[in-house]
């Protein structure tokens, strides 16, 4: 049973920048692609960002584009969202899971922007 296990999130205010983390278990981390989401109160959850297994392709959705970055670390089994020039906006809980969703959802890590 692979878990993921979110970190990383917090309270900032506009303009700043939080890294989350996505820790999985399990053995073949490196074959899958994988993506952030996220779920703002009272709204469906939403694809953030995609990045292949290699880590060469990546691509984000247009409200995040040229603020956020994702990556991964292969051998460590971890996958990172670097947020900058965060906005109220992006208050979400953040999710990470395959692309598209094999396994279950971890509990996320609330991220609260304040202007």
């Known amino acids: 049973q692979v878990q993921l296990v979110e970190s990383g999130g917090g309270w900032v205010q506009a303009g700043g920048s939080l890294r989350l983390s996505c820790a999985a278990s399990?053995?073949?981390?490196?074959?899958?692609?994988m993506g952030w989401f996220r779920q703002a109160p009272g709204k469906e959850r939403e694809f953030v960002a995609h990045?292949?297994?290699?880590?060469?392709?990546?691509y984000y959705a247009d409200s995040v584009k040229g603020r956020f970055t994702i990556s991964r670390d292969n051998a460590k089994k971890t996958l990172y969202l670097q947020m900058n020039t965060l906005k109220p906006e992006d208050t979400a809980v953040y999710y990470c899971?395959?692309?598209?969703?094999?396994?279950?959802w971890g509990q996320g890590t609330q991220v609260t922007v304040s202007s």
């Open positions: 899971n395959t692309r598209p969703p094999l396994y279950s």
């Open positions: 399990g053995r073949a981390f490196s074959i899958y692609a």
């Open positions: 990045i292949s297994g290699s880590g060469d392709i990546t």
